[in-house]
C-alpha cells in the first residue's frame, strides 16, 4: 500500500444523498418535531404511560366500531318494535329469542314460528359442511400438486391464488354472467344442441353454484397454507421412504398427513368460520333464491333487520348473536389449536 | 456379497457436469470413504449409487447386476442421512419398523430384526421415544438403526457425523468402526473430514471438482499422494508447499529457486525435469524438525502454538509460510530466528500441473 493508513477510521462516512434518505427526509423531520413533546410525555407518564398513550388510538377504534355496536347489539336483542333508535324501542327481555325457539316439533323446522330462521339455519349447516369438505379436499389436492416439480410453478401457484384477490361482489356478478340465461355457458352450450337453460333458478344447481363459486373464491388462500405446511416437510424423509420402497399412498397416509396434520386442522376451522358467515358472493350471485334455496344465516340476518317491512331489528339481533355464539365457539377451538401447534414447535 | 462397480458414471444437471467419468470397484465388505471439499461431487455421487439421482451417462452395477433403471428401494441398499431423516410423529421402534412393513414382513420378524438392531445399538430403553425426545447421539443410532434392521447388501452413510459434537463424534466413529467389524457388510461413506476419512476407511476416494482424484489406502494416500490436491488435503494440518523453478537437478538433489530469489535444495533425485521447470515440493509439517546442528532451512518465526505434547512453528521462510511440528515444548518467540530442518524426510514433488514427479 502507498499511503499509510490513519490509525483510526474516520467516525461517519461522507453523507451521501441516496433515493431512500431523501424519502424519508420528511418522516425525519415530522420525528424532529414530535421529539421533544414525547419526550416531555415520558417524563410525566412513565413507561406504561407511554404504552397505554400509543394503544389509546387502536382500543379507541376498536371500541367504536367493534366493542360498542356488539353491546348495542346485544341490547337490541332484547328490545322489540319497529322503531329504529334504541329510545324509542320496547323492552321485551328475551322474548326475540323465545321467538326464534318457538316450535311446535324441534325436529321439523317448518313447524317453528320463526321458520325462515330455522330454513336458513338449515341451509348454512348444508352449506358449511360440503363447501369445506369439498373446499379442503380441493384445497390439500391443489397444493400436493403444486408442490411437485412442475414447470411454470409460480405461475399455477399465482393462477390458484388470483381469485382471492377479487372482491366477493365482483366473484359474485362473474359467475352471475356465466350462468344466467343470456351467459357464457349457455352461449358455449348452444352449438352443441343444447337449449338455454336457467341454471340458477334450479334448486340444486343453485345451491351447487353456491357451494363450488364460494370454493373457487377461497381454495387459493387455504391451498397457499398447506402448501407452506408441505414445504415444510423435509425432503429427505421423502427420500428415506424411497430408499424403503414406500408406496405413494402409504407415504402420504404415513408421513404427509401426519407432519401436514396442524395445518390442516387451522384450514378446517377457518374454512369452518368462514363458512358460516357465508353471505356476499351467493348475495350478489343467487339473491338467496330460488325461494329461499339459497338463503343463509347472515342473509336472513340482513333481510329481516334491514330489508323486510316492518324491519325487525330486535329479531336480526338476536339471531346474530345466536350465529356470534357459534363462531366464538369456532374460534375458541381455532386458538386452542394453534396453542398446541406452537407448544409442539418449542419442544 | 456387496460389491458395486461404477464405469465411466456421469451426472448432470442441464448444463451442470456434476460427476465427470467415474470409475471405481468397490469390493463386497469394504469400507470406503468418499472424501473432498464442498461441492466436489461426493454426496451426488453417493446418492447416485442410493438411486435417488438417475445417472446420465455410464454404467452403475451392484454385485455384477447393472441397475442403473432400478429404483432405489430394488437396489438393497440402506441409506443414513446427514439430517438422519427420522420420522418425527413416530416412535423409534415406528422408525425402525416404517421400512420393513412396506414389504410385508411378517410381525415376528419385523420385531425380532427391530429387537436385535436395538441391541447391538443400545436403544433399547428408547423404543417408544420420538425422536425429538432424543439427544443427537441417540438420534444418530436410530439412524444407523434403521439401515441395519433391512440387512442391506450396502449401507450408505452422508456425513452421518457432522451434526454430533466433537467429543461424541470420536466416540460414535469408533462405533461405526466397530460396527463394519461385526456386520462385515459393504459401507460407503461420505465425509468432509479427512481424519474421519483416515481412520474409517478401508481404502479412500479423494474427489475434486467432480472428478476421482486418487484411490488407495489412507497411508498410500498419505505416503504416496498422486498430485498437489491429495497431499494437500490428507494429513493436517496440510502438507508445506515450497513454489519455485529449478534451477539445476543433478544426482540426487534439485535446487529450485523461489519467487523472492533465494535457493532451496531438496534432496530428491529427479529424472527429467528441465531448468525453469515450475515445480513445487512438498514437505509435511511433521517431518520438518529444528535444526540442531545448523544445517538445513533459515526461517523465521512467525507464530508458536503450544500445544503440551507437541509445538506448531509457523514460520516464514523463502518468502513463503512453512508449518513445523516438533515434539514437546519448545520456547521459541516470534521474530527468533531458526533452522528448519528436513534431514531424511519423506519429500513429494509435484509438476506445474499438480502431478507427482518423484
Redesign the interface.
Known amino acids: 500500500m502507498s499511503q499509510s493508513q490513519p490509525a483510526t477510521r474516520p467516525l461517519a462516512p461522507a453523507p451521501k444523498m441516496s433515493a431512500a434518505s431523501l424519502a424519508l427526509m420528511p418522516v425525519h423531520f415530522i420525528m424532529g418535531l414530535a421529539d421533544k413533546p414525547l419526550r416531555a410525555l415520558q417524563k410525566a407518564a412513565g413507561i406504561g404511560g407511554m404504552a397505554t398513550f400509543f394503544l389509546a388510538p387502536n382500543m379507541l377504534i376498536f371500541s367504536i366500531f367493534v366493542l360498542l355496536p356488539i353491546i348495542i347489539n346485544i341490547v337490541y336483542s332484547l328490545t322489540g318494535g319497529t322503531a329504529i333508535f334504541l329510545n324509542e324501542r320496547t323492552f321485551v327481555g328475551t322474548d326475540q329469542y323465545a321467538h326464534i325457539f318457538n316450535c311446535s316439533n324441534y325436529l321439523d323446522p317448518r313447524s317453528c314460528q320463526e321458520d325462515a330462521f330455522w330454513t336458513a339455519v338449515g341451509n348454512t349447516f348444508w352449506f358449511v359442511v360440503i363447501q369445506v369438505t369439498l373446499l379442503i379436499v380441493c384445497s390439500l389436492i391443489t397444493a400436493l400438486i403444486l408442490n411437485r416439480d412442475l414447470m411454470a410453478r409460480s405461475f399455477w401457484r399465482a393462477v390458484f391464488f388470483f381469485p382471492v384477490l377479487l372482491s366477493p361482489v365482483v366473484v359474485g356478478l362473474i359467475w352471475r354472467w356465466i350462468l344466467q340465461r343470456q351467459g357464457l355457458l349457455n352461449y358455449i352450450l348452444y352449438p352443441f344442441g343444447h337449449d338455454p337453460v336457467t341454471w340458477l333458478s334450479d334448486r340444486t344447481v343453485a345451491f351447487a353454484a353456491a357451494v363450488g363459486v364460494s370454493i373457487w373464491a377461497h381454495m387459493g388462500f387455504y391451498t397457499l397454507i398447506l402448501l407452506a405446511g408441505l414445504q415444510a416437510i423435509?425432503k429427505?424423509?421423502y427420500?428415506?421412504?424411497?430408499?424403503?420402497?414406500?408406496?405413494a399412498m402409504?407415504v402420504f397416509r404415513?408421513?404427509t398427513l401426519?407432519?401436514l396434520m396442524p395445518n390442516l386442522l387451522v384450514v378446517v376451522v377457518l374454512a369452518l368460520i368462514k363458512a358460516v358467515q357465508v353471505f356476499d358472493e351467493v348475495y350478489v350471485l343467487t339473491g338467496g333464491g330460488p325461494g329461499t334455496a339459497t338463503q343463509f344465516l347472515t342473509q336472513y340476518i340482513y333481510e329481516t333487520g334491514f330489508v323486510s317491512q316492518p324491519r325487525n331489528a330486535g329479531l336480526a339481533a338476536a339471531a346474530s348473536i345466536l350465529m356470534g355464539l357459534v363462531l366464538v365457539v369456532l374460534t375458541l377451538i381455532q386458538l386452542g389449536i394453534s396453542k398446541r401447534n406452537e407448544n409442539k414447535g418449542k419442544? | 456379497m456387496g460389491s458395486i462397480t461404477l464405469t465411466n458414471v456421469q451426472k448432470s444437471y442441464g448444463a451442470v457436469h456434476v460427476l465427470h467419468d467415474i470409475n471405481l470397484d468397490i469390493r463386497a465388505g469394504e469400507f470406503v470413504v468418499f472424501v473432498g471439499p464442498s461441492g466436489c461431487g461426493k454426496s451426488t455421487l453417493l446418492r447416485v449409487i442410493?438411486?435417488?439421482e438417475k445417472i446420465t451417462g455410464g454404467e452403475l452395477a451392484i454385485d455384477g447386476k447393472r441397475v442403473n433403471e432400478v429404483?432405489?428401494?430394488?437396489r438393497g441398499?440402506?441409506?443414513v442421512?446427514?439430517?438422519y431423516?427420522l420420522?418425527?410423529?413416530m416412535s423409534v421402534r415406528q422408525n425402525l419398523a416404517?421400512?420393513l412393513e412396506?414389504?410385508g414382513m411378517p410381525k415376528a420378524e419385523i420385531a425380532e430384526r427391530i429387537g436385535e438392531a436395538a441391541r447391538m445399538l443400545e436403544i433399547e430403553q428408547y423404543m417408544e421415544r420420538r425422536p425429538?425426545q432424543l439427544s443427537g447421539g441417540q438420534r444418530q443410532r436410530v439412524a444407523i438403526g434403521?439401515a441395519i434392521v433391512?440387512r442391506p447388501t450396502a449401507f450408505l452413510l452422508d456425513e452421518p457425523l457432522s451434526n454430533l459434537d466433537a467429543e461424541l463424534r470420536v466416540s460414535t466413529r469408533a462405533e461405526i468402526a466397530a460396527l463394519h467389524d461385526r456386520l462385515k457388510s459393504t459401507m460407503i461413506y461420505v465425509t468432509h473430514d479427512q481424519v474421519e476419512a483416515m481412520t474409517l476407511a478401508n481404502r479412500i476416494v479423494v474427489m475434486r471438482a467432480g472428478k476421482i482424484e486418487q484411490v488407495g489406502a489412507p497411508l498410500d494416500l498419505y505416503n504416496n499422494p498422486a498430485n498437489r490436491f491429495v497431499a494437500g488435503f490428507i494429513g493436517a494440518p496440510h502438507m508445506n508447499f515450497i513454489e519455485g523453478d529449478v534451477v539445476e537437478s543433478t544426482g540426487g538433489t534439485v535446487v529450485i529457486k523461489a519467487a523472492n530469489g533465494e535457493q532451496f535444495t531438496a534432496p530428491v533425485p529427479l529424472n527429467g525435469v528441465t531448468t525453469g521447470e515450475r515445480l513445487s515440493v512438498g514437505i509435511r509439517p511433521q517431518h520438518m524438525g529444528l535444526s540442531e546442528t545448523g544445517r538445513g532451512l533459515p526461517a523465521k518465526v512467525r507464530l508458536v502454538e503450544a500445544l503440551g505434547s507437541e509445538t506448531v512453528i509457523h514460520a516464514e521462510a523463502l518468502g513463503q509460510k512453512l508449518l513445523a511440528i516438533v515434539p514437546g515444548q519448545r520456547h521459541l518467540s516470534a521474530g527468533e530466528a531458526i533452522t528448519l530442518a528436513y534431514d531424511g524426510a519423506p519429500i513429494h514433488v509435484f509438476g506445474a500441473n499438480g502431478q507427482r514427479v518423484n
Open positions: 423435509p429427505d424423509l427420500e428415506a421412504a424411497e430408499m424403503d420402497g414406500t408406496r402409504r404415513r408421513i401426519p407432519l419442544r | 442410493a438411486g435417488l429404483s432405489a428401494a430394488d441398499l440402506a441409506m442421512f446427514q439430517s431423516a420420522y418425527p410423529h416404517f421400512g412396506n414389504s425429538g434403521r433391512r
